[in-house]
């Protein structure tokens, strides 16, 4: 029964192909497209800098630009292969920081969904951008 379950080689190199390509261009693109929102929410970065103040975060109205350029820049440097390393340890950082000023709650299941994101970031750092990067 658990052999039935097991990957054949060639199905193994197949993911590890493809598979590290197209996790790589989904957790990218988590980032991107939320970055790309921002901007394009009525009123822009500044409409969630409310949000940013009441968590108490200083300099909201500024941190909130900050927060949409990061996710658009190193979503966007994720999704196409380059400088995937530094990319990928921003959003870690970013999302480290996410837990801490909203997610506070253990067992918050936003904090354990951003947990979930630092080990696929975690994984596009160790195995790169894969085969199909723009270079």
Request: glycine share 14%.
């Amino acid at each position: 029964m658990l052999n039935s379950c097991m990957l054949s080689s060639s199905q193994r190199a197949f993911i590890q192909t493809k598979g590290v390509v197209a996790g790589r261009v989904l957790i990218g693109a988590l980032f991107l497209i939320s970055g790309i929102s921002m901007f394009l929410a009525d009123g822009g970065p500044t409409a969630s800098a409310g949000y940013y103040t009441k968590l108490g975060l200083p300099m909201a109205e500024i941190l909130v630009w900050l927060v949409a350029i990061l996710k658009v820049v190193a979503g966007g440097l994720v999704v196409i292969g380059r400088h995937v390393g530094a990319a990928a340890a921003a959003l870690i950082l970013f999302t480290l920081g996410t837990i801490l000023a909203a997610h506070r709650e253990l067992g918050d299941i936003d904090q354990l969904k951003n947990l979930a994101i630092i080990g696929g970031l975690l994984y596009v750092m160790a195995f790169g951008p894969g085969q199909s990067s723009v270079k």
